[in-house]
């Protein structure tokens, strides 16, 4: 298995503009999580799915954020409209259980100017 | 909010040397993971341990677990070069029905060659 994969690797938008990261989870893991990581509050959970329906969005900063997972295979994070604010690396993480160690992608690095 | 603080925050050894980093917790847990996090990369997972569990082994990675203290320990013994990385405790949480990990700050250790 290729792992999380996560698309694209770096984003630089303009304020305002629709920002859409992507992630593919492993094959059979029924969870999976989007995270935030910054330098002043670390790793934040955003979101995560179990069997392709959100569970826990609390983590969700604000409306302008959205997470789908239309299959098992894929979930995009949306932010729209950007802002500066924004700026972070998204990790995209997948697990088998709730329980055991979560295989996070790359992640994707987004600089909103 | 954070559920696990990492300490140091910041660790500086030679070659050869071991390197002990150390997470403490607020509220009570089912289990506990120590993850890798090299420079630009996704989390890597090292180990998991149990609440029931005292002490776990894997390679040169040594995990201890203290309930009654809320803490445990993470120590790497005849650390490489390659060993250079940030290292996060991550503490699992109940709140509201749902199941997550919350990750700590973060130790980055530096092993100097």
């Known amino acids: 298995d290729a792992g999380v994969i996560q698309s694209p690797r770096h984003e630089v938008t303009e304020m305002g503009q629709e920002v859409t990261l992507r992630c593919k989870p492993i094959?059979?893991?029924?969870?999976l999580f989007w995270y935030r990581q910054t330098m002043m509050r670390g790793l934040e959970l955003l979101i995560y799915?179990?069997?392709?329906?959100?569970?826990?969005d609390s983590g969700m900063p604000e409306d302008r954020f959205s997470a789908k997972m239309p299959n098992a295979s894929f979930s995009t994070l949306k932010i729209q409209p950007s802002e500066p604010r924004d700026s972070a690396v998204y990790f995209c993480?997948?697990?088998?259980?709730?329980?055991?160690?979560?295989?996070f992608g790359s992640g994707t690095r987004l600089t909103v100017v | 909010s954070q559920q696990g603080e990492e300490d140091p925050q910041a660790l500086s050894i030679q070659e050869g040397e071991n390197a002990t980093m150390n997470c403490s917790y607020k509220?009570?847990?089912?289990?506990l993971q120590w993850y890798r996090q090299n420079s630009g990369r996704g989390l890597v997972h090292l180990i998991l341990?149990?609440?029931?569990?005292r002490e776990k082994h894997s390679g040169r990675l040594r995990v201890t677990l203290d309930t009654s203290k809320k803490s445990s320990s993470l120590l790497i013994t005849a650390s490489r070069a390659a060993d250079t990385a940030s290292y996060f405790c991550?503490?699992?949480?109940?709140?509201?029905?749902?199941?997550?990990?919350?990750f700590g700050t973060g130790t980055r250790l530096k092993v100097l060659a």
């Open positions: 993480a997948s697990s088998f259980d709730r329980y055991g160690g979560y295989t």
């Open positions: 094959s059979g893991h029924d969870y």
């Open positions: 799915f179990n069997n392709n329906v959100p569970i826990d």
């Open positions: 509220t009570s847990i089912n289990n």
């Open positions: 341990i149990r609440s029931n569990e």
């Open positions: 991550a503490t699992d949480a109940t709140t509201s029905g749902t199941y997550k990990y919350i």
